[in-house]
């Protein structure tokens, strides 16, 4: 884990989201998934 993807890790367990990473073919597929405390903007 680089830095980035520690301080990424770090600043969306701060507000309780949940970042989703798998490999598919063509690298790798991330899928943010929010709280419902979240607002939409």
């Not at 701060?14 to 929010?34: C, V």
């Amino acid at each position: 884990m680089n830095l980035t993807a520690f301080g990424q890790a770090v600043t969306l367990k701060e507000y309780e989201h949940t970042l989703l990473k798998r490999r598919a073919k063509l690298g790798i597929q991330t899928s943010l998934r929010l709280n419902d405390g979240c607002n939409a903007d």
